[in-house]
Each structure stands twice: as C-alpha cells, then as structure tokens.
C-alpha cells in the first residue's frame, strides 16, 4: 500500500498531510493517545479499545497482522507537522470478526464479476462497541474528520480496494459521514443505562413485578451453583486467572467461530499492560476455575466483552455477564453497559436495543447505489424494530406499579 496520501481539503491553507502505518509501534504511544483520548491524562482511558496499549497488543500478539487477513494500515494525518487525527484501519481478506457483516454484499459483488476483497476496515478488531473511529486532536474535529475521510478513499482507490468500511462509529460520525457522500448503515444492540440507581434494588423497582421477579430468581439459581464469584480488577489479576480464561475462552471461540480469534499471547499483554482496564468476573467450585467473563472499563462505561466456562450451571451466565456488571457500573457510577453483539434475550434483564451505526464508502457506481438502496430499507427496518422492542422492555409503564 503506498504510504502517503495528500489531502486537498481546503479548509485551511495548509495542507494535511496523510501518512500509513503499518504498526501502532511506528507512532509513539502519547502521540496516538493525544487522538484517541486527548483529556484523557491522569483519567481512565474514555474508551480503552481505541487506546494505543490495546491496539498494540492485538498486534505484538499476533492477533491481526498478515496471518490474521487483518493487515494493520493505520490513517495519521498532520498539518505543518502537527497530528491532528489518526484512524485505526486494517486491510482484509475475509469479514470476520466485524459484527457489521457484510456477507451478502460481498457474495452478491462476486457473483456479478467483482472482487470484493481486500477491502479497507476503519475499526478496532473482534470488538463490537461504539466509539470513535476518526480520533481528531482537540479543536481538530472538522478538519481531522475530513482529512481522515478523504484520505481514506484515496488510499482505498489508489491500491484498487473495493470499498472502506467504518463500523461502530458514533452516530455524530456515522452523520457526518453521510453529509461526506459515505453510505450510513443502522444495527441494533442492547445496553443497560444507569438512571442513576444507588443499588441493584433500585434497579429492580424499575422493573415490572413479574420481570423484577424472574431476575431475582435467576440470581437465586446462579448464585447456588455451589462455588464462589470473584471479581479481580488490577493487580489482583494473576497469571493463574488468564490461564483458566484462555480455555473458557477457546471453548467459547471454538464453538462461535471456529477459530479464537484471539491468540494466548494476547491475554499475557493484557496482564502486562491492560489490567487496569479489565474487569474478570471468576467463578470458583471445588477449588477449580470453571467459568468466567472479560470486561473493560472505560470512564463511563463497562464494556462486556467474552464469557466462557468449563461447567453448564443453569443462570450462571446470565448472573456473571449481565447481572454482576450492572452491580459493578452502579457501584462505580458509570453511565452504562454494552454487553456486546446480538441477543434480545437481554431485553428482559434491563439491556434495551440501541442504535449502533458505521459507514461506507464503495467503488463500484453501479454497486454503490444497489447498497444504498439496501440500507434504506434497512434503516426502516431496524427503526421499527427497536421502537417494537423497546414498548416490550421489562420497566414499568406506570410509576405506582411497584409492589415489592
């Protein structure tokens, strides 16, 4: 891929210039984190997955890189020398571990002739949360914005790449975007809001008797599977805890994917550099670890990432995934959880759908306006969905309802 791309924005006189990289260690960590969470000194990452120590990990892991079909091509923009946005984006070969899947864009582009891969993918890897994508220096948004757009185009049709796709943007990019003449797409997740509750209980009054009872039942079941739930953040993660995870984790990757995508390596980085932001939930019977759940933590958000377990204990999960994070973002004031990709079964433990957004650039005329009249469509699907969903939430529609 070439490694320079100059902007024509117009904004400003000075040209922006757009440098690629083929690895977060050719820019120097606070340079990147300048970007990715630029008030972020002295505070908890705002979102730990964009930071340079996780996207560095993936990488010296062996997690992405050519083996994986997720080539590192990371966007830097300058202006008189000064950073102003980064991106990170990948060239790959498959559509995997992408959670906005585009499956049947790619059958369909091959079947009329075309070759769908490789492709550009603004996004962090295997990870289905919302954050920004084009991580502009303070005041730099516009600009920074436009610049990573426009150089990420030209960087896709200089090397003759069918499309740029950037999935789980926020919705101000994902609009912005669109008014840069990049298709906007629409999925649904669920997440549990905080409505600033002092406990689980207070969580709960929020509910409907009958919803309100079958969580407490369900906390009932799980917590009598005849061992103990540890929660370790930090320094009380030890070595001996990632390796009881990594074959929760295979077991999970296994089943789901096929292959994990994730490699051991990466779980030995996490201890060395990422515990601070990691929330383990460790269940323990008979002095064996035998299930477990992988959570980040960002500054106001809790972010659900992996579960797995050796032993089937009926609620077990539901009450480490769901029911444990909600204690711990109530406990630490945090504004919500995101418990990952798919699963309307969450709707009845308090997660309620959320519009989650990305953007697409295709270079295909023809294709691009058969994909843009499919999300059009789309869109109005998922709309409705998510006001249906929502009006069969577990909370009470009236306030008086509460009855213990």
Known sequence: ????????????????????????????????????????????????????RFLLALEQSGSVGEDSGWMPRHLIARQRGELIGVMPA???????????????????????????????????????????????APGQDDLGMGALVQGAVQLAAQNDLSSLHVTFCTEEEALAGEQMGLL?????????????????????????????????KERRTAQGFGGTIHSFTGDQIQPEHWDAFWRFYQDTGMRKWGTPYLTRGFFDLAQEHLR??????MCERDGRWVAGALNFIGRDTLYGRYWGCLEDHPCLHF??????????????????????????HKLARGYLPTQVNSLHWIADPGFKDAVARYLDAERDAIDEEIEVMTAYGPFRKEKGEYNG
Not at 184 to 213: C, E, I, M, P
Not at 332 to 341: D, S
Request: net charge negative; proline share 6%.
């Open 1 to 52: 891929m070439d490694n320079q791309t100059p902007s024509d924005d117009t904004t400003d006189p000075a040209p922006v210039e757009i440098s690629v990289v083929s690895g977060l260690d050719q820019i120097a960590a606070e340079e990147w984190d300048s970007c990715a969470n630029p008030d972020g000194a002295g505070q908890r990452p705002l979102d730990p997955f964009t930071s340079h």
């Open 319 to 344: 009450e480490v995934c769901y029911y444990r994070a909600i204690d711990y973002a109530i406990q630490h004031g945090l504004v919500r959880v995101e418990a990952g990709a798919q699963g309307p």
């Open 184 to 216: 906007r797409r629409t999925g649904q997740q669920f997440h549990w809001y905080n409505d600033s509750y002092d406990d689980f209980d207070g969580f709960l009054a929020a509910l409907s008797s009958r919803k309100r009872k079958n969580i407490r």
């Open 90 to 136: 990948y060239a790959k070969t498959h559509s995997q571990g992408e959670y906005i899947f585009d499956y049947n864009w790619a059958h369909a582009y091959e079947n009329a002739g075309g070759a769908y891969y490789p492709k550009l993918q603004a996004a962090v890897p295997f990870t289905p949360v919302t954050g920004r994508r084009f991580l502009t």
């Open 276 to 281: 601070n932001d990691i929330l383990l939930i």
